[in-house]
């Protein structure tokens, strides 16, 4: 189960190949991806686990195309992007990726329902806006709701605990329907029990939808649910034997090379 | 979409955008009050002297030989086609005492006499050639000038003899003169009341040691009001026929009014009197226009309607660093927000975008509270200034220092309007450069931001 390539003969919503990332500090250099694989089948749920620092958030800013890789391709539903204009990746990620982050990252301004309305917002324009907005709303609201949220929609992130903000950001990164969502340990910043039920809503409603899903984590319970564990080593991401990660955390990732 | 929205909420969500608002409505509005109140000073200045000085002076050099009568100089003065009348008269200083009221102990002379302008006139021709008859109008539809107004606007030099206050001077054949309204008020004189005026006259020899000086008695007939209190505390008016007798002059005027048709060239009007005058009477004559007379109290402000510029500058720099720091703020405080903006797909233009209507939310909103307080300012100038004094017990503007009773104000719409728009334009321009920063923020960097 624990593999680099999703099962064969599914239609691929990513497929990133030979990623290479560094970061020029002076005169140092700090490879941090090294020819990063990772392909994603449509409904897939992969999870990331490894120490804090090896470049999983900059792994994931690849994916999300908030940031190109030195070297490597990147396919995102089907659209090869690496050559892409600013403009056209920007567009792309509106139309097919949503983040969540460890943060939350709301919007303080808004309400609840307005931060979920936010990716509606950016992909229509000012005079087609009339029309979707009910559409978007309508989206918007039914996710909250089933976030356990129905009763908050007009409250603002400051009037919400950390759970409920967690949830409206995954309502906001899921209402644009988005082919790949990208969290970024989402339940990092959470107590125990918040992230339990977090990461319980968050697989659930990601299996329901057949949604793919890419989740950075450091909790081992929620790793070992989704449909495969990778976790990097030496800037290339390999299968991690979970139990291994959980019992020795400073340990090199498990042996087992990508086929 | 997303961007007027998010505009509105960081403009409108934030009481430091209120204080930058208020801050460039201030600036706006204290700079259309300047402006109104210079233009304001030029206009009235150049309105009351435009109201009590004749369009064209002519003066005749006596010393260069026969001065001609006053007919015919009047006559190829008004040959020009641009001159609509011409009024000789006479105009000489004097200083004037009030009859019956003689001085304290102690006092010096020089206290109880007043420095002023006698003018001579023929009613007749004044009132065509200057603005004498709405003078005189202004003290009748005054209801405080109930009792100093003439008996007849025809004949403003009438008096009835049995008003004349000192029985002892009823029967004399006393010359009359009009004196300004406000002065009567604070001598405390009366019409019917006996003034002793005193020059010296033609005939005095200015070289010696003590020359002789003229006295008559005038009794005031009635008064004037310019509203121009330096013209008004410095000027009588008296019958030109009588000036001779008084003055002891054998002339029959010593300057002529001109009042030019609507739209004359006032200096080529000047330069073809000075040819036509030299050439018909063969004499010189010093014509100068209203301008001319007064060069140097317009040239002053004008002068400081100049300084509005340089004011105006230092007020769009003080609004630019304004807007400039809160937007800067607002992009600092909001990298967080830019970061998950692009997350979202919003794109370096989009992100600038939001900003940019911040900045233009902020001078708009500002700009439009600054005119409107500025109009209001404007409007209500001279009831804001009474009721700073009565509550405040301070004195803002002291009628005696300037030549007005009131603040003057000239609100010229259009100008207010480009005022805003400068400013507001600035503003914006500024703004233009931290939004270009928050466009060009790496969202990576903005997302990893603390
Ligand atoms: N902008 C940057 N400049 C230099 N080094 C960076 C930058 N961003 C990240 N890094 C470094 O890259 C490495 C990977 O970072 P990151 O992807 O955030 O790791 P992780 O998410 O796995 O904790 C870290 O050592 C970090 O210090
Ligand atoms: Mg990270």
Known sequence: ?259 | MYKLFLAGRYTLGRPVSYLAMVAIGLAVMALIAVAGIMNGFLAETERVIRGTTADVIVTPFPWDGEVPSRAKVAEVIEAHPSVKAAAPRFSRPAVFKMRGRDSAMGLSKFAEHFMVSVVGIDVENESRATEFDAYLAAVRNNPEGEGYAVESMERPFRLDRGRIRDPELRFAPLPRVLMAHSRMLSFGLKVGDALEIVTIPDSSDLDSKSFDASTSTFVIAGAYDTSYDKFDGATLFVPREDFPAWAGTDQEFNEVAVQAVEGADLEALKHDLEESLERELRMAFEVETWEDRHATWLGAVKNERNILFVLFGFFLLLVCTITFSVLTMLVQQKVRDIGILSSMGATAGGIGAVFALSGVMIATLGGLFGLLAGELLAAKLNTVKDWIEATFGVQIFDRRVYAFSEIPMDNDHLLNLGITGVTVIAAVFICLIPALRAAWLDPVDALRHE
């Open chain 1, 1 to 259: 189960m624990s593999d680099v390539h999703p099962p064969a003969a599914k239609e691929l919503v990513l497929d990133a190949r030979g990623l290479t990332r560094r970061y020029r500090m002076g005169a140092t250099q700090l490879d941090v991806l090294q020819g990063a694989e990772l392909q994603l089948a449509r409904g897939e749920i992969v999870a990331i686990i490894g120490r804090s620092g090896v470049g999983k958030s900059t792994l994931l800013h690849l994916l999300g195309l908030l940031d190109r890789p030195d070297a490597g391709s990147m396919k995102l539903a089907g659209v090869e992007t690496t050559k892409l204009s600013k403009a056209a990746r920007a567009r792309l990620r509106n139309q097919h990726v949503g983040f969540v982050f460890q943060f939350y990252h709301l919007f303080p301004e808004l309400s609840a329902l307005e931060n979920a309305m936010l990716p509606g917002m950016i992909t229509h324009r000012f005079f087609a806006w009339r029309s979707k907005r009910a559409g978007v709303r309508e989206r918007a609201k039914a996710l909250l709701e089933r976030l356990e949220l129905g009763e908050r929609l007009k409250h603002k992130p400051g009037q919400l605990s950390g759970g409920e903000r967690q949830r409206v950001a995954i309502a906001r990164a899921l209402a644009g329907r988005p082919s790949l969502l990208l969290c970024d340990e989402p339940t990092g910043n959470l107590d125990e029990r918040t992230s339990e039920s977090i990461t319980n809503l968050l697989l659930d409603l990601a299996r329901e939808h057949g949604q793919s899903l890419v989740l950075v984590t450091h909790d081992p319970e929620l790793a070992r649910r989704a449909d495969r564990c990778l976790t990097m080593h030496e800037g290339r991401l390999v299968p991690a034997e979970v139990a291994t990660e959980i019992a020795h955390p400073s340990a090199s990732p498990a042996s087992g090379s990508p086929e």
